[in-house]
């Protein structure tokens, strides 16, 4: 450059209009009019910027504000893209986890019973000879065994079950479900029918001359109904599933007390543990109706182990879960013929047979010598065969059986 655009001492003079731009004009620059304060400088330009490689469109430029560095994403150390920013990667990783613990709580609810099946024993309940033709709707017989198979001498005194031999059963139902109301019908044990091949009896001789097969050949043979399925408990696993639900509440109309059922019990509703569930369903000795009030509370009793079974703590809680399927799977026998599908179906039918969505009887009788009553059961036993639960009178469904 030439002489005339540099100070003497080789620098570049202020005033020269052509460096304004790094010393401000003569108006607003240090060089004001003498006395006079000077005026502010003008402020430092913002000189543009180009984009680098990698920022974003409009970054450092005249469009949007540039991204803060803390939110901008973090380049990988190998070059792989970018990383989520922190608080993402941690929702993430926690979202994750949840997944995983659903995936196992679904796996632990459906292996749970698949497990359990393979526990359960199976009969053969299906006796030879003619038999009722198909009908609509699915009937159970729901047998209550009382073998003291299994049990010690000290289980034996503790549930008040004695030393009897052999198999007998304390329990007879027949569970009717179709497009009607769920019908659960008590058989009393005491009742007069004719056993195949043994005559006049009471019904459940059948099952201590002849087991399954013969109980259901006299049963079918005196009703007229089909019985498609085959459920047996025992005395040690009825207990074990009633305490496996944390126990149920029953509703004496009186003071129960016992020995031979080794019950003790005030009036009023009540929780009761397994052994006092026991008890109660098979006591007969405190009620001048005896076998007919027995049936009563082993409906009762019934209907309150369904109640309990199918509480959403019962899956909520993985050890009722599991203890559950456990002590079914342990305390029931089957027929052969008797499926998972009919399984699960007879299951969640016991919980839906009381109140509106379902009937509990007693087999229509004449007498306290448990007598059927010629009229009355045979009608209730051709809308049971015909799936007409719904037409079934309060006449004919009666507590105790006996007519008005």
């Known amino acids: 450059m030439s002489n005339r655009s540099r100070g003497s001492e080789g620098s570049p003079e202020k005033g020269s209009p052509e460096y304004n731009w790094l010393y401000g004009s003569q108006r607003s620059g240090r060089g004001g009019a003498q006395g006079q304060p000077p005026a502010d400088p003008e402020p430092t330009r913002v000189m543009p910027t180009m984009n680098r490689p990698g920022d974003g469109p409009g970054e450092g430029s005249g469009g949007q504000p540039p991204v803060p560095p803390s939110d901008r994403p973090r380049t990988s150390p190998r070059g792989g893209g970018s990383t989520p920013p922190p608080k993402q990667r941690s929702r993430r990783g926690r979202f994750g986890w949840v ?224 203890r559950l399927s456990s002590a079914g799977a342990e305390s029931v026998r089957l027929g052969e013929d008797t499926g998972p599908f009919d399984t699960l179906r007879f299951a969640w039918a016991m919980t839906r047979v009381s109140g509106e969505e379902g009937l509990t009887c007693s087999v229509p009788i004449a007498d306290l010598a448990v007598n059927w009553d010629p009229e009355r059961a045979p009608k209730m036993f051709d809308l049971i065969k015909e799936d007409r639960t719904s037409d079934i009178s309060k006449q004919l469904c009666k507590a105790s059986g006996l007519a008005d």
């Not at 659903?102 to 609810?109: A, E, M, R, Y």
């Not at 005194?157 to 329990?171: H, I, N, Y």
């Not at 009030?293 to 209907?303: C, G, I, K, N, P």
Request: aromatic residues 6%; hydrophobic residues 40%; negative net charge.
């Open 99 to 322: 997944k995983l613990v659903l995936l196992l709580w679904l796996v632990f609810l459906i292996a749970v019973p698949i497990w359990a099946w393979t526990k359960i024993d199976k009969v053969n309940a299906d006796p030879n000879g003619d038999r009722p033709e198909n009908q609509p709707g699915h009937t159970y017989l729901l047998v209550g065994s009382d073998s003291r198979e299994g049990l010690s001498a000290d289980e034996r005194k503790a549930l008040g079950t004695g030393k009897a031999e052999g198999r007998r059963t304390d329990t007879i139902m027949l569970l009717h479900t179709g497009s009607g109301p769920n019908l659960l019908l008590s058989i009393p044990r005491d009742s007069i029918v004719d056993v195949p091949g043994y005559g006049t009896e009471k019904v459940n001789a059948a099952y201590a001359y002849g087991g399954p097969k013969l109980l259901v050949k006299t049963l079918e043979g005196e009703t007229g109904i089909a019985i498609d399925s085959y459920v047996e408990i025992g005395f040690a696993g009825f207990v074990n599933v009633v305490d496996a639900v944390g126990g149920i509440e029953i509703c004496p109309k009186e003071k129960m007390k016992d020995k031979l059922a080794n019950l003790d019990i005030p009036k009023g509703c009540q929780e009761a543990d397994g052994p006092t569930a026991l008890g109660y369903a098979r006591s007969r000795h405190t009620s001048s109706l005896g076998d007919i009030d027995r049936a009563q509370h082993q409906r009762e009793v019934v209907s309150a182990v369904g109640k309990e079974a199918v509480s959403p703590w019962s899956v909520i809680n993985p050890l009722r879960y599991f």
